[in-house]
Structures are given as C-alpha cells and as structure tokens.
Nanobody
Framework: QVLPVESGGGLVQTGGSLRLACASS????????VGWFRQAPGREREFVAA????????EYADSVKGRFQVFRNNAKLTVYLQMNNLNDEDTAVYYC?????????????????WGQGTQVTVSS
C-alpha cells in the first residue's frame, strides 16, 4: 500500500493560516475519500475533516467548522486542508489517509496505517 505524504505544517501565530497537502503517487488515490486527522501531545488521534472522492461531499469536526476547509485536486492526486483562524488547540501532528466515506462520517474508520504526518504548532 502506498501511503499519501502530508506536508505544509509549520509554526504559525494565533489567528494565522496554513494550508496542508496530502499527496499520493498512487493513481487510485483519486477514487477514494480522504480524511484528515490530528494528534496532540498526550491526546488520542481525532478526526478533523474529510472529502469524498469527487470533492462534492465534505465533513468536519465541530471544533474546526467554519475555520477549516478540505478540498482536492484529483489531477494532482492531492487533497488540501486550508486552516484559518488557528488557535493553540489546533497544535498537533496532522495526518491524512484514504478511507471509505461512510466510515469517515460515522467515525468508524481504521486506526491506521498512518504516514509520518506534518507538525502544526500555533503559538500565542
């Protein structure tokens, strides 16, 4: 299995923005729904957002609704997570993975496999 690679993380001030990317070299990537997840120190990994294979459907955790946007470019085999108005609660390692859409929206997705993730640190 070819895991997608996350990128775009970094250090940002409270209220700032970042755009994460989830890129794959697997052409079948465009046929799958993709979820974004995050894990903060000492906390369990949690669901953040998801997009259906076409991008027509999206789903967000309550904590990021109105601030984050997930979208994809299937020609580039990449899914993005635009994060705006960041706060310290958003500090975490962010991961992406392909998954069945129904399992994403029901939060019954598999716990892995996971890639390296990308670190997002929000400082005040």
């Amino acid at each position: 299995q070819v895991l997608p690679v996350e990128s775009g993380g970094g250090l940002v001030q409270t209220g700032g923005s970042l755009r994460l990317a989830c890129a794959s070299s697997d052409r079948t990537f465009s046929a799958y729904a993709v979820g974004w997840f995050r894990q903060a120190p000492g906390r369990e990994r949690e669901f953040v957002a998801a997009t259906s294979w076409s991008g027509a459907l999206t789903e967000y955790a309550d904590s990021v609704k109105g601030r984050f946007q997930v979208f994809r470019n299937n020609a580039k085999l990449t899914v993005y997570l635009q994060m705006n108005n960041l706060n310290d609660e958003d500090t975490a390692v962010y991961y992406c993975k392909t998954e069945d859409w129904q399992r994403l929206i029901s939060r019954t997705y598999d716990n892995g496999p996971w890639g390296q993730g990308t670190q997002v640190t929000v400082s005040s």
